[in-house]
């Protein structure tokens, strides 16, 4: 995994191949940037897990029963 605040992402082969490349890796703009999507992206995963689980909760419990 390579995340904007690691290591990796400083030492990285693509962002050496060009100096333009390379300020722009480096920007806390971009960083932000991917940053900000990776936390948006990993929101709307835990979201589709979270109504996966509660979905199956409700399929497997049947339906309501009448009370007399």
């Given amino acids: 995994m390579i995340a904007p605040?690691?290591?990796f992402w400083?030492?990285?082969r693509f962002a050496a191949t060009s100096?333009?490349?390379e300020a722009l890796m480096g920007s806390p703009f971009v960083r932000g940037?991917?940053?900000g999507?990776?936390?948006i992206t990993?929101?709307?995963g835990l979201s589709e897990v979270?109504?996966?689980v509660t979905s199956r909760r409700r399929e497997?419990?049947?339906?309501?029963?009448a009370q007399e």
């Fill in 60 to 65: 497997t419990a049947g339906p309501p029963q």
């Fill in 50 to 52: 979270l109504s996966l």
């Fill in 19 to 21: 100096a333009a490349v």
């Fill in 42 to 44: 990993m929101i709307a």
């Fill in 33 to 35: 940037g991917v940053t």
């Fill in 5 to 7: 605040w690691s290591v």
């Fill in 37 to 39: 999507v990776g936390v």
């Fill in 10 to 12: 400083d030492h990285n």
